[in-house]
Structures are given as C-alpha cells and as structure tokens.
C-alpha cells in the first residue's frame, strides 16, 4: 500500500478466546494497545473554548465562505449554534465519535484529543449535518457504540433527510487533529457525499488520481459514501503539498 493509501485507511476488536493467568494478562495488555481509548473520557475533554472552537470552525473553509457561515459550538447538551451566519454554509468542530465504528480508525472514536473541522454547503448541512447532531445527542446521553448504531439506524429510517445532490463540506483546516499517529493534519481536501457508490466510477484510489474514496466500514449504519479531493492549499492559502 502506498503512502497515501495508508494515510486514507488511516480514516476509519476484541477476541473470543477465554484464557487464564500469564495469558490473560497479555491479552489484556494487546488490547490496552490496540484499544487506547476504550470508552468515553469526561465530557470537559471534548469540550473547547467558545471563541477558539468558533475560530477552529472557521478554518474549515476559505474566509471568504466560512465568515458568513452559521457557526456551532459544542455544548454539556449538544451542538448549538454560536454565530448565526446568512449563506447557508455551517462551519462546525465534529470529535472523533463521528468517525467509523470499526476498522483501523475506531480506536479514535473516544479519543478526546480529535478535532476535525468541517464547513458544509447548504445540501449537506440539510442532510448530513443532522447525523452530526443525532451522534452527538447519543455519545452525551452516555449510550454505546452498540445503542448509537442502532439509534443511528433508526434515525435514518423516520428523521434524516433524503441525502441532497451535490453535498460536500470544506475540511481545509491547518488546525484539524485527526488521529494521534503523526498524520494528525492529513491534507487540506474536499468531500463530496454520495449514496453507496463503487469507487472506480471516480477513479478513485487509482495510481496519480487525486480521488480517495473513504468508505463505508463495516457496521457505519450512514447509508453514503465520501469522495475526498486533495486541494493542494489550507484555507488561509498557504500551500499544502500533497503526494500522490
């Protein structure tokens, strides 16, 4: 797998064995490394200050989009909106419980050091922001991944919006902090959200093709796909090399 093939499978446990003594005890340390957070820690960790996480949505997207974008912040109760804008976009920080269930990035999925800003256009911050809010109101219930995804699954089904045509969001941030591996910025980028999709209809994930497909792992209930595109630049302009 190449470099950056590596960084996008980087996007996204347990045994059956019962076992005793010296054993166990090993397991139980495997599973401390492949699990470095295994559950939710207090809630004041996730949490920013109000102004610098305004500042961190922002940067999501160009100034020239993002200055007159809603703004939301996250809350003891959920995301609420701290900058109410007049262009339809939505600039927002998600933590890293609305990453994917399993696969090599689950182990992030309570790590309360993730940050990742995003700015959606009008159609995704009508039909796939509300994920964002119905995850949230979940984790801050206290439920499972388990209940989540059965909640998600039931959400999809009676509340979320029919997935819009052409919804994409910004994630051009240079302040974004993805996993703790040393990629933690990943690249400035694109992603446009699709139904579930095969990825050669982009050219995606192919030798020199700018397209990543990150897809849907097994057990995300979110009945789409992302295509992300590599811009070349963060939002404030400065250059982002990228390699293919």
């Given at each position: 797998?190449?470099?950056?093939?590596?960084?996008?499978a980087m996007i996204a446990l347990g045994t059956s064995a019962l076992v005793i003594g010296l054993g166990a005890l090993r397991q139980t340390h495997a599973q401390e490394a492949k699990e470095p957070y295994p559950s939710m820690a207090t809630l004041d960790q996730y949490l920013m200050d109000r102004n610098a996480e305004i500042a961190m949505?922002?940067?999501a997207a160009?100034?020239?989009?993002?200055?007159?974008?809603?703004?939301l912040v996250l809350g003891r109760h959920g995301y609420e909106t701290a900058v109410k804008g007049k262009n339809d976009f939505v600039c927002v920080v998600e933590r890293g419980w609305m990453g994917p269930?399993?696969?090599e990035f689950a182990a992030n999925f309570w790590n309360p050091k993730l940050r990742g800003p995003l700015c959606f256009n009008p159609p995704a911050a009508r039909s796939i922001l509300p994920m964002t809010y119905k995850r949230t109101e979940m984790v801050l219930a206290g439920q499972s991944k388990a209940q989540i995804i059965e909640g998600i699954k039931t959400f999809i089904k009676q509340k979320l919006p029919p997935l819009e045509?052409?919804?994409?969001?910004?994630?051009?941030?240079?302040?974004?902090y993805l996993s703790d591996d040393g990629h933690h910025h990943w690249i400035a980028h694109l992603m446009i959200y699709t139904p579930l999709a095969d990825s050669a209809a982009w050219g995606a994930d192919l030798p020199h093709?700018?397209?990543?497909?990150?897809?849907?792992?097994?057990?995300?209930?979110e009945p789409i796909d992302v295509f992300m595109i590599p811009v070349g630049r963060w939002s404030d302009g400065t250059t982002d090399p990228v390699e293919y």
């Open positions: 797998m190449n470099q950056m093939g590596k960084i996008v949505a922002r940067s160009p100034e020239a989009i993002s200055r007159d974008a809603d703004v269930f399993d696969g045509p052409g919804a994409m969001s910004y994630m051009m941030s240079k302040e974004q093709s700018p397209v990543m497909l990150n897809p849907q792992f097994h057990g995300d209930p």
